[in-house]
Nanobody, 119 residues
């Protein structure tokens, strides 16, 4: 069973920064798109950012463009989410996910890491 493990969440003041990390096993980082999602209690999980296996193609939700940066280090089996200029509305549980090339759905998920931004 492929696994993803997130870390780096925590409590930060508005305007501050955090960097999330997600480590997976080699089967994932050899051929998968990686994404970050977030969820607030009582709301649906929402897309934040994604990155292709090569790292060349990235996509962001409009709400985080210009503030968040997704990157990956395939040698370390790790994907990152650098979050700057954090806002209270960024507070959520952040999940890392993977999907194979040619597959439309993300089918491997981490357990999530809590990010809390105080205003």
């Amino acid at each position: 069973q492929a696994q993803l493990v997130e870390s780096g969440g925590g409590l930060v003041q508005a305007g501050g920064s955090l960097r999330l990390s997600c480590v997976g096993d080699g089967r994932i980082f050899s051929s998968h798109f990686m994404g970050w999602f977030r969820q607030v209690a009582g709301k649906e999980r929402e897309f934040v950012a994604s990155i292709s296996w090569t790292g060349i193609t990235t996509n962001y939700d409009d709400s985080v463009k210009g503030r968040f940066t997704i990157s990956r280090d395939n040698a370390k089996n790790t994907v990152y989410l650098q979050m700057n200029s954090l806002k209270a509305e960024d507070t959520a549980i952040y999940y890392c996910a993977a999907r194979a090339v040619g597959v439309s759905q993300y089918d491997v998920w981490g357990q999530g890491t809590q990010v809390t931004v105080s205003s």
